[in-house]
Protein backbone atom coordinates (compact mmCIF):
# COMPACT_ATOMS: atom_id res chain seq x y z
CA UNK A 1 0.00 0.00 0.00
CA UNK A 2 1.15 3.21 -0.85
CA UNK A 3 1.89 6.24 1.53
CA UNK A 4 1.07 3.98 4.59
CA UNK A 5 4.04 2.77 7.43
CA UNK A 6 1.97 0.12 9.51
CA UNK A 7 2.23 -0.62 13.11
CA UNK A 8 0.70 -4.03 15.05
CA UNK A 9 0.46 -3.85 18.61
CA UNK A 10 2.34 -7.73 19.57
CA UNK A 11 -0.01 -7.84 22.67
CA UNK A 12 -3.38 -7.72 21.33
CA UNK A 13 -3.03 -8.05 17.77
CA UNK A 14 -4.25 -4.68 16.96
CA UNK A 15 -3.04 -2.66 13.81
CA UNK A 16 -2.82 1.00 13.13
CA UNK A 17 -1.96 2.48 9.61
CA UNK A 18 0.70 5.71 10.17
CA UNK A 19 -0.64 7.33 7.43
CA UNK A 20 1.38 10.31 5.53
CA UNK A 21 3.34 10.77 2.31
CA UNK A 22 5.43 8.62 3.40
CA UNK A 23 6.79 7.36 -0.58
CA UNK A 24 9.23 4.58 -0.99
CA UNK A 25 10.30 3.77 3.20
CA UNK A 26 13.59 2.73 2.87
CA UNK A 27 14.83 1.86 6.80
CA UNK A 28 13.07 2.83 10.10
CA UNK A 29 14.42 3.42 13.68
CA UNK A 30 13.51 4.18 17.16
CA UNK A 31 14.83 6.33 19.79
CA UNK A 32 13.71 9.53 22.85
CA UNK A 33 10.24 8.27 22.21
CA UNK A 34 9.75 9.13 18.20
CA UNK A 35 9.93 6.54 15.32
CA UNK A 36 11.94 7.84 12.24
CA UNK A 37 11.30 6.98 8.72
CA UNK A 38 13.86 7.17 5.78
CA UNK A 39 11.87 7.62 2.58
CA UNK A 40 12.11 8.39 -1.14
CA UNK A 41 9.71 10.22 -2.60
CA UNK A 42 9.04 12.94 -5.40
CA UNK A 43 12.11 14.90 -4.67
CA UNK A 44 11.66 15.29 -1.40
CA UNK A 45 14.31 12.98 0.55
CA UNK A 46 13.31 13.56 4.12
CA UNK A 47 13.15 11.92 7.12
CA UNK A 48 9.89 11.48 8.89
CA UNK A 49 9.25 12.10 12.51
CA UNK A 50 6.15 10.47 14.75
CA UNK A 51 5.82 11.18 18.08
CA UNK A 52 4.37 8.61 20.76
CA UNK A 53 1.18 10.17 21.66
CA UNK A 54 -2.25 8.62 23.19
CA UNK A 55 -3.55 5.04 22.88
CA UNK A 56 -6.49 6.17 20.84
CA UNK A 57 -4.09 8.30 18.67
CA UNK A 58 -0.13 6.57 19.65
CA UNK A 59 1.42 8.31 16.29
CA UNK A 60 1.26 12.32 15.60
CA UNK A 61 3.34 13.88 13.16
CA UNK A 62 6.68 15.59 14.46
CA UNK A 63 8.53 17.23 11.57
CA UNK A 64 10.00 15.96 8.94
CA UNK A 65 13.41 16.29 9.06
CA UNK A 66 15.30 18.00 5.63
CA UNK A 67 18.76 18.40 4.01
CA UNK A 68 19.43 15.17 1.84
CA UNK A 69 19.37 15.56 -1.80
CA UNK A 70 18.88 11.84 -2.42
CA UNK A 71 16.85 9.06 -0.47
CA UNK A 72 17.70 8.10 3.46
CA UNK A 73 18.58 4.20 3.52
CA UNK A 74 20.05 3.50 6.94
CA UNK A 75 19.49 5.45 10.09
CA UNK A 76 21.15 4.43 13.56
CA UNK A 77 19.92 6.59 16.88
CA UNK A 78 22.84 7.27 19.61
CA UNK A 79 24.00 9.47 22.30
CA UNK A 80 21.15 11.77 22.04
CA UNK A 81 21.64 12.17 18.15
CA UNK A 82 20.08 10.64 14.55
CA UNK A 83 22.43 9.70 12.23
CA UNK A 84 20.63 8.79 8.99
CA UNK A 85 23.16 7.66 5.87
CA UNK A 86 22.13 8.72 2.14
CA UNK A 87 22.10 8.06 -1.57
CA UNK A 88 23.68 11.40 -1.94
CA UNK A 89 27.13 9.64 -0.27
CA UNK A 90 26.53 12.02 3.36
CA UNK A 91 25.66 11.26 7.07
CA UNK A 92 23.69 13.88 8.89
CA UNK A 93 23.66 14.16 12.60
CA UNK A 94 20.47 15.60 14.23
CA UNK A 95 20.02 16.61 17.83
CA UNK A 96 17.07 14.69 19.57
CA UNK A 97 16.07 17.23 21.26
CA UNK A 98 15.99 20.29 19.09
CA UNK A 99 15.58 17.86 15.80
CA UNK A 100 18.22 20.66 14.16
CA UNK A 101 21.10 19.01 12.22
CA UNK A 102 24.03 19.76 13.60
CA UNK A 103 26.68 18.18 11.68
CA UNK A 104 27.18 16.71 7.80
CA UNK A 105 29.71 14.19 7.33
CA UNK A 106 31.28 13.98 3.91
CA UNK A 107 33.69 11.15 3.03
CA UNK A 108 31.91 8.22 1.53
CA UNK A 109 32.27 8.25 -2.25
CA UNK A 110 29.07 6.50 -3.05
CA UNK A 111 25.32 5.38 -0.93
CA UNK A 112 25.76 4.83 3.09
CA UNK A 113 24.49 1.72 3.45
CA UNK A 114 24.80 1.01 6.99
CA UNK A 115 25.60 3.01 10.32
CA UNK A 116 26.81 1.80 13.63
CA UNK A 117 27.01 3.29 16.87
CA UNK A 118 30.25 1.57 19.47
CA UNK A 119 30.79 2.89 22.56
CA UNK A 120 31.69 6.59 21.41
CA UNK A 121 32.05 5.94 17.42
CA UNK A 122 29.79 5.97 14.49
CA UNK A 123 30.79 3.61 12.08
CA UNK A 124 29.75 3.53 8.76
CA UNK A 125 30.13 1.71 5.59
CA UNK A 126 29.44 2.43 2.27
CA UNK A 127 29.16 0.87 -1.52
CA UNK A 128 31.88 3.22 -2.13
CA UNK A 129 33.72 -0.74 -0.05
CA UNK A 130 34.94 1.25 2.60
CA UNK A 131 33.79 0.96 6.39
CA UNK A 132 34.78 4.46 7.88
CA UNK A 133 34.71 5.54 12.09
CA UNK A 134 34.06 8.79 13.88
CA UNK A 135 34.66 9.75 17.61
CA UNK A 136 31.07 11.03 18.75
CA UNK A 137 31.76 13.48 21.76
Known amino acids: MPNIVKAWNIQNGASHDISGL ?17 AERDFSNTIL ?21 RGVVSLIVGRDRLCPGSN ?10 TLECVQELVGHTDVVMSLLCWD ?7 LDQTVKGLGCH
Open 88 to 97: DRTIRVWDLH
Open 49 to 69: VWKGGSEADPFQMAAPLRGHT
Open 22 to 38: VGQVHTMEVGNNMLFVG
Open 120 to 126: QYLISCS
